[in-house]
């Protein structure tokens, strides 16, 4: 590890980035996310990387297409509205299996919505957001180091699914400054693409020209195309589901599952109830998508759990998973709040104990 | 005596799924060729539209992308980027060009993007089955403009090559036409200049291609060319609208 530095979280994601060896960015300006691009506009020259502000943010998705398609390491950061604009490339990037990187600073809605910390994009994340059958491999930070470090696990991710992978931030860890350590080194080497990215057959002494598509007229190639994506999405579940278990030792009554922000203050509210010697154990997905299903499954399982509640800033998103993995052996509640207030420790408290 | 007259080996060996008299086979021809004049095949890359050309790829034998509809300009713009030294161009149609894909267009060129575009103008949306395009003439009868096109309604027709000259920062914008060999010659050694200003590292460099769709004009080949040259000539005037030598000060020609 390198030397610990107090950062935003925006330009400690535009570093991270560097880091793990991605050269290449394009973005286009929204609330809370444009520290990103401000920090990469004079960070990707010294690097003697590429620096694009596009004309929106529907360009800068196929700006992504793209240079991805051509073999290269490329990735951009835009916030919920913006993610929007973007989703018909994401489709168009899942369906082509081309891999890169997305960033969602995510800020609250529908519509223009606010630009305070919000959770209301799981849906968009994890189920779609774009047409067709589809997924994204999601994560989400905890805190800025998490962001830092999930940044710079992205790119090898992406790579070995050739599959957008999309970090679910909030204005929150975009905008707060926290200390941030990087890995040294991580800059992880090219991979061998000469094998489907349009780079030119010259430089990969070919004669067979490399298509990247998404078109597939006859229904069997589509067919056959959408069930290499599936394998894809159930090799995600066996091999990349990141969790983390908290306070899950004890003969907890109540399983609280919450992640990136609210995650935090569910975790001060867990500390807090414990000296009171009430046990309240939580599972955090890292991942959103793949979610941690069996983790959940188990952990609601338990035979000192009598509740389970999904808290989150939203009206109700991530419960729809937690109750698909709980199989009806707990109840499910939800809490949430929108609009950018974030519950504190004591609400999350006094949710929790009244369960 | 040798060999005069040969298919490009840039040009693949699949038939087209073009409908008789389209002069989609002949611009293809037209690119084909010049790639292998210039002998850029193997660090060529295509960028294919939404439209009747959607397939491009399947009859040249260089790298291609197909890009969603009206976005070539920024998918060929993230290749370009990352990869100065590849060879890239669009192709696209008004449809997709001069329509939905207005903004990308725009912006690639005012930025002066390293890279080239052949826009076919054939005033219809051909692979959706003859709709009314931003190209389409007054009058003009498609399956959404029943009654011919409504200029009080809809506005007149685009004018992409005269629209894009307007802009500072492009190095080559021309306007030709397909329809007839003395108009083909001319247009290849238009799309030539085009992709020598591209090799040269000038910025943004733009063709313009008259086209016909008899299929959705509902003429044969022989009416389709004539009233081409009669309506759409008049109207799309060609010519070069804009020259790296036409530019002043030079500061963006290079």
């Known amino acids: 590890m390198g030397k610990k530095v107090l950062m935003k979280g925006n330009e400690a994601i535009g570093e991270a980035a560097i880091r793990a060896g991605c050269l290449n960015y394009f973005a286009y300006p929204i609330t809370p996310q444009s520290e990103v691009a401000e920090y990469l506009s004079h960070r990707m020259p010294e690097v003697g990387g590429v620096f694009l502000q596009a004309e929106s943010e529907v360009a800068v998705a196929y700006m992504i297409y793209g240079a991805a398609g051509a073999g290269a390491r490329v990735f951009t950061t835009s916030s919920s509205p913006g993610i929007s604009l973007m989703s018909e490339g994401l489709s168009y990037i899942a369906g082509a299996q081309l891999p890169a990187v997305f960033v969602n600073i995510v800020r609250g809605g529908p519509g223009l919505g606010g630009i305070l910390p919000s959770q209301g994009d799981y849906f968009q994340a994890t189920k779609g957001g774009g047409h067709g059958d589809y997924h994204l491999l999601v994560m989400a930070p905890e805190s800025v180091q998490e962001a830092a470090d999930m940044m710079m696990r992205a790119f090898p991710l992406a790579e070995k699914y050739r599959n957008p992978v999309i970090i679910l931030g909030d204005g929150l860890i975009g905008q707060m400054m926290e200390p941030v350590e990087f890995h040294d080194h991580l800059r992880t080497d090219p991979v061998n693409n000469n094998h489907w990215a349009t780079n030119g057959m010259q430089f990969r002494n070919s004669s067979k020209p490399n298509i990247v598509k998404s078109l597939f007229l006859d229904p069997d190639e589509l067919n056959e195309n959408n069930l290499i994506l599936k394998a894809k999405y159930e090799r995600m579940k066996k091999e990349d589901i990141l969790f983390e278990p908290y306070n899950m030792d004890g003969p907890y009554q109540k399983l609280i599952v919450s992640y990136g922000t609210m995650s935090r203050v569910c975790k001060t509210a867990i500390d807090n109830l414990k000296v009171k010697g009430i046990e309240v154990g939580m599972i955090r997905p890292q991942t959103l998508f793949p979610f941690p299903e069996t983790a959940v499954f188990e952990a609601a399982a338990k035979e000192s759990c009598k509740a389970v509640i999904s808290i989150e800033l939203s009206m109700g998103q991530m419960v729809e998973d937690v109750q698909r993995c709980v199989q009806g052996l707990r109840p499910v509640h939800w809490y949430g709040e929108c609009g950018g207030n974030v519950p504190t420790p004591e609400k999350v408290m006094d949710v929790v104990t009244s369960l | 005596m040798g060999k005069t007259y040969q298919k490009p080996e840039a040009l693949s060996d699949q038939h087209t799924h073009y409908c008789p008299g389209c002069t989609h086979g002949v611009i293809h021809r037209l690119i084909a060729e010049i790639i ?191 009233w081409a040259e009669d309506t759409l000539l008049s109207y799309y005037e060609l010519g070069e609208y804009k020259t790296p030598e036409s530019l002043s000060g030079g500061a963006n020609a290079k």
């Open chain 2, 36 to 226: 292998d004049e210039l002998d850029i095949r193997g660090r060529c890359v295509g960028v294919a539209p939404v439209g009747c050309a959607v397939l491009a790829y399947n009859y040249f034998v260089f790298d291609f992308q197909e890009a969603a509809h009206g976005r070539a300009p920024a998918v060929a713009t993230g290749i370009k980027r990352v990869r100065p030294d590849l060879f890239v161009f669009t192709y696209q149609g008004d449809g997709d060009l001069a329509s939905i894909g207005m903004g990308e267009i725009i912006h690639a060129a005012n930025r002066g993007e390293k890279f080239t575009s052949i826009f076919v103008n054939n005033a219809i949306y051909g692979m959706t089955g003859g709709q009314m395009a931003p190209t389409t003439m007054p009058g003009q009868h498609t399956t959404t403009s029943p009654f011919g096109r409504d200029v009080e309604d809809v506005g007149m027709p685009l004018k992409m090559a005269e629209l894009l000259a307007a802009l500072q920062t492009p190095a080559y914008i021309t306007r030709q036409a397909v329809i007839k060999p003395k108009y083909i010659v001319k247009a290849k050694k238009a799309i030539k200049k085009a992709f020598t200003y591209q090799l040269e590292k000038r910025c943004f460099s733009f063709v313009e291609l008259i086209s016909t769709c008899p299929t959705n004009w509902a003429m044969t080949p022989n009416e389709s060319v004539k």
